[in-house]
């Protein structure tokens, strides 16, 4: 069975810096790209950016939003995405979801998602 | 980056209805869209990819139509469990880019 298993989330004051991780298990890790996709309390959804796997490059893709604050790296032996966030502003606070991007379907530029986590909550406030 | 923009915001039905949602984007995407499902307090459960193609498990009654820069989101005949926010994502450039979604509440 797909699983994707963000962690890491946490009350954090501006300027702070916070990194979450997404385990995943089920497939082979490797195989795939990683979308980090946020939503804050009560709008929609959001990307933020992702990372292709190693064979197509890791290429590295983010939302204007967070370029130059957020950084999304991966360890495939340890079946693990990270997605490092410094700078961290008020509007960021939102649940953090990764998900599972299928390089087979996905476009040149980008990919969509076919599993999700659950999602774990960043709150920036002082 | 590009628009997405989904119509209606908020579309009211009864169980056994064809539902139609509609996502434009602001300049072509050919057929790099995927449609997602969120229930309150869920994760988003992914429909549709490549703007017509069923991913596994899901339902017959959901399909997906359109390329280039109009797309639609059909429900044959509503379910109760279909009550629920549905999006629209473009992953055609480096920047995908979600519609601000499309709430299906009881009639």
């Known amino acids: 069975e797909v699983q994707l298993v963000e962690s890491g989330g946490d009350l954090v004051q501006p300027g702070r810096s916070l990194t979450l991780s997404c385990t995943a298990s089920?497939?082979?890790?490797?195989?795939?790209?990683v979308n980090w996709v946020r939503q804050a309390p009560g709008k929609g959804l959001e990307w933020v950016g992702f990372i292709r796997s190693r064979r197509f490059g890791d290429i590295k893709e983010y939302a204007a939003s967070v370029k130059g604050r957020f950084t999304i790296a991966r360890d495939d032996s340890k079946r693990i995405a990270y997605l490092q966030m410094d700078s961290l502003k008020t509007e960021d606070t939102a649940l953090y979801f990764c998900t599972r991007g299928p390089h087979a379907f996905c476009s040149s530029q980008s990919c969509h998602s076919d599993y999700w986590g659950q999602g774990t909550l960043v709150t920036v406030s002082s | 980056d590009i628009q997405m923009t989904q119509s209606p915001s908020t579309v009211s039905a009864s169980v056994g209805d064809r539902v139609t949602i509609t996502c434009r984007a602001s300049?072509?995407?050919?057929?790099?869209l995927a449609w997602y499902q969120q229930k309150p307090g869920k994760a988003p459960k992914t429909l549709i990819y490549k703007a017509s193609n069923l991913e596994s498990g899901v339902p017959s009654r959901f399909s997906g139509s359109g390329s280039g820069t109009d797309f639609t989101l059909t429900i044959s005949s509503l379910q109760p469990d279909d009550f629920a926010t549905y999006y629209c994502?473009?992953?055609?450039?480096?920047?995908?880019?979600f519609g601000q979604g499309t709430k299906v509440e009881i009639k």
């Open positions: 300049q072509s995407i050919n057929l790099w």
């Open positions: 089920g497939f082979i890790f490797g195989d795939y790209a």
């Open positions: 994502q473009q992953y055609s450039t480096n920047a995908a880019t």
